[in-house]
């Protein structure tokens, strides 16, 4: 059976259409340079069609921000909630998580996107602050919090801890869709979250924790 022409899906595919389109976009061009109409292009219906589901960019960007990042951000709430190993355990299925869910995908375009526009757009920024930045670092927080009040982590400043520790990510998620692309060998992301986490997670245990089992 051929597939169906994109104009004859349910419309109920639409709005992940036209959001998955608004992704690319916003990652490639940025917020400024991305046209409703462009959007509403690249998902195959109409700028007509794109309004009866976003009344502006401003609500199309918001929606994928809470539909890609904030999904991610809450997915890894449920995990700090259910899991039941170790704390550095736990930080490390955070930073693997949030490759997989967010560094490897188009949603690794939105920081990039934010740092450079977040000045000219600051209602939007202070959305991300809210909806991404400040939920993401409660959740990795909790993580840290954890590891010490187990005695697994030592006693120190968690909240710059947090700062410290995500930096290294969104510098990885910025590098990927900027001067990634000059590089002459790409880089290879597994290694450097090993190498991130071997670091990190060694600054973090006291004299007493044990060192992990991983090569």
């Known amino acids: 059976m051929k597939p169906e022409p994109r104009w004859e899906r349910r419309k109920e595919a639409r709005p992940g259409e036209l959001l998955a389109a608004a992704l690319e976009l916003f990652a ?15 998902a195959g219906v109409s700028k007509g069609t794109l309004y009866l589901y976003f009344d502006s960019k401003e609500e199309l960007f918001k929606e994928v921000v809470r539909s890609g990042i904030v999904r991610a951000i809450e997915e890894g709430e449920a995990l700090i909630e259910q899991f039941k190993g170790t704390a550095a355990d736990l930080v490390r299925a955070i930073v693997i998580g949030w490759w997989e869910r967010i560094g490897s995908t188009a949603l690794s375009g939105i920081p990039k996107l934010m740092l450079s526009e977040a000045r000219n757009f600051p209602e939007l920024a202070e959305f991300y602050r809210l909806e991404v930045i400040e939920r993401g670092s409660r959740a990795f927080r909790r993580a ?4 010490v009040q187990a005695g697994e982590f030592r006693a120190l400043d968690i909240d710059y801890t947090v700062q410290v520790m995500l930096a290294p990510l969104i510098m990885l998620a910025v590098w990927r869709h ?7 060998q790409p880089s290879d992301p597994a290694r450097f979250l090993q190498a991130y986490l071997d670091l990190a997670l060694a600054g973090l245990r006291t004299a007493a924790s044990p060192e992990p089992l991983h090569a």
Request: proline share 4%; net charge negative; glycine share 12%.
């Open 28 to 42: 490639e061009k940025g917020y400024a340079a991305t046209r409703l109409e462009d959007v509403a292009a690249r």
């Open 144 to 147: 840290i919090e954890r590891g």
């Open 178 to 184: 900027s001067l990634g692309c000059c590089e002459p």
